[in-house]
């Protein structure tokens, strides 16, 4: 059968029914690929995969999300969707309410959400609104009007969401026919964190021997890291924008996965996320966004501390949440210059060094 999609995919897995009208950009069915260069850089003894969720239709893990919450927002009769964002679910609503033909309304931090994302979301024709405060304050918006107005709330404190998220783990068990021993993933709020051990929970009830459960291993950005703090930050600040998130919705569900999966949720500094963004960039040829590069940067750090020393090889996978093309200003700012030339083979030698 052709692939149309997670809901189809994996249906008996997810609330929908025969009379549940699908609403899908065909999200999902993203590349697993082995990390050999990075391991080698590292000296690591063990396997690391790299899950590109950059590949979904708007170029973020939130289609698989999205294609649950506008699908089932329709089924209930919904007119109107509504989110607060850092950008990628703005981009993906935007998207999957154009394709339902219902009106979607965003809230977005002023000023703090990457070019591409924002360029998304206006095309796809939602109204998009910046407001002069962060995305927690957004976010407070949005469950308000919700609750007051007819218009759902497609944050992934919808369940749906969350159901959507899940399938990323049951792919990456099917690529590795089994379960990874580790995953690393960025936190911002803490939706992801929540599906994704769902998701593995899920496999591992269905095929206990086959697939084992892994430990969740989350990472926020230093200046954005409330539930490694233990509080929540009133001006969260990190280059990595999508994870600028001072009140993560799901904090107490990302803390379970973190104590039922004996993982760890741990913060990483602006410098580590940009090391690793380049060195992904630079040397698996895989461009993905600052905040997906905290999964990398989780993974260098821990490495670089002989976390993994005592235990044997291993396999892990780190997720890239989203795409790079969707912040291009923070790729030409932290990366080598081009250069100008005239129009003369010489001049061109000589700048390359042939
Ligand atoms: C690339 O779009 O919160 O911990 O409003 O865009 O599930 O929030 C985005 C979050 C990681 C964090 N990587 O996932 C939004 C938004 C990327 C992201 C996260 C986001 P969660």
Redesign the pocket.
């Given at each position: 059968m052709p692939y149309k999609g997670i809901i189809e995919k994996y249906r008996k897995y997810l609330p929908v029914s025969d009379e549940t009208p699908i609403i899908s950009l065909h999200e999902g069915n993203t590349p697993l690929i082995q990390a050999k260069n990075i391991s080698k850089k590292l000296n690591f003894n063990g396997e690391v995969y790299l899950k590109f969720e950059g590949m979904n239709p708007t170029g973020?893990?939130?289609d698989r999300g999205m294609t649950m919450a506008i699908s089932k927002a329709i089924e209930s009769g919904s007119k109107a969707v509504i989110?607060?964002?850092?950008?990628?679910?703005?981009?993906?609503a935007a998207a999957y309410a154009a394709k339902a033909k219902i009106k979607c309304v965003v809230l977005i931090p002023e000023g703090k959400i990457s070019f591409g994302?924002l360029s998304q979301a206006v095309i796809h024709g939602a109204e998009v609104l910046e407001i002069d405060g962060n995305?927690d304050e957004a976010l407070d918006l949005a469950k308000d009007l919700s609750s007051r107005y007819p218009i759902t709330l497609v944050?992934?404190i919808n369940p749906f969401r969350i159901e959507g998220?899940k399938t990323a783990a049951y792919e990456v068990c099917e690529s590795l026919e089994e379960s990874p021993d580790y995953q690393f993933?960025?936190?911002?709020?803490?939706?992801?964190?929540?599906?994704y051990w769902k998701g593995y929970k899920d496999y591992n009830k269905a095929e206990p021997e086959k697939y084992t459960l892994p430990k969740m291993m989350g990472f926020q950005a230093a200046g954005s890291a409330p539930i490694v703090e233990g509080h929540p930050i009133a001006n969260p600040e990190t280059v990595?924008t999508?994870?600028r998130?001072g009140n993560?919705a799901?904090w107490k569900i990302?803390e379970e996965a973190r104590d039922e999966s004996c993982g760890v949720i741990d913060k990483i500094t602006d410098e580590e996320i940009l090391e690793a963004y380049r060195i992904v960039a630079a040397t698996e040829g895989i461009f993905c966004?600052p905040?997906?590069a905290?999964s990398v940067a989780g993974f260098i750090k821990y490495t670089r501390q002989n976390y993994f020393k005592d235990i044997g090889p291993v396999k892990v996978v780190c997720v890239l949440?989203?795409h790079g093309l969707?912040d291009p200003n923070t790729a030409v700012t932290n990366a080598a210059k081009s250069k100008k030339v005239r129009v003369n083979i010489e001049d061109i030698v000589s700048v390359i060094g042939l």
């Amino acid at each position: 059968m052709p692939y149309k999609g997670i809901i189809e995919k994996y249906r008996k897995y997810l609330p929908v029914s025969d009379e549940t009208p699908i609403i899908s950009l065909h999200e999902g069915n993203t590349p697993l690929i082995q990390a050999k260069n990075i391991s080698k850089k590292l000296n690591f003894n063990g396997e690391v995969y790299l899950k590109f969720e950059g590949m979904n239709p708007t170029g973020s893990f939130k289609d698989r999300g999205m294609t649950m919450a506008i699908s089932k927002a329709i089924e209930s009769g919904s007119k109107a969707v509504i989110c607060a964002s850092t950008g990628n679910t703005s981009a993906s609503a935007a998207a999957y309410a154009a394709k339902a033909k219902i009106k979607c309304v965003v809230l977005i931090p002023e000023g703090k959400i990457s070019f591409g994302k924002l360029s998304q979301a206006v095309i796809h024709g939602a109204e998009v609104l910046e407001i002069d405060g962060n995305f927690d304050e957004a976010l407070d918006l949005a469950k308000d009007l919700s609750s007051r107005y007819p218009i759902t709330l497609v944050n992934s404190i919808n369940p749906f969401r969350i159901e959507g998220q899940k399938t990323a783990a049951y792919e990456v068990c099917e690529s590795l026919e089994e379960s990874p021993d580790y995953q690393f993933m960025p936190v911002g709020n803490a939706g992801n964190i929540a599906a994704y051990w769902k998701g593995y929970k899920d496999y591992n009830k269905a095929e206990p021997e086959k697939y084992t459960l892994p430990k969740m291993m989350g990472f926020q950005a230093a200046g954005s890291a409330p539930i490694v703090e233990g509080h929540p930050i009133a001006n969260p600040e990190t280059v990595a924008t999508a994870i600028r998130i001072g009140n993560p919705a799901s904090w107490k569900i990302a803390e379970e996965a973190r104590d039922e999966s004996c993982g760890v949720i741990d913060k990483i500094t602006d410098e580590e996320i940009l090391e690793a963004y380049r060195i992904v960039a630079a040397t698996e040829g895989i461009f993905c966004e600052p905040a997906s590069a905290a999964s990398v940067a989780g993974f260098i750090k821990y490495t670089r501390q002989n976390y993994f020393k005592d235990i044997g090889p291993v396999k892990v996978v780190c997720v890239l949440t989203g795409h790079g093309l969707k912040d291009p200003n923070t790729a030409v700012t932290n990366a080598a210059k081009s250069k100008k030339v005239r129009v003369n083979i010489e001049d061109i030698v000589s700048v390359i060094g042939l």
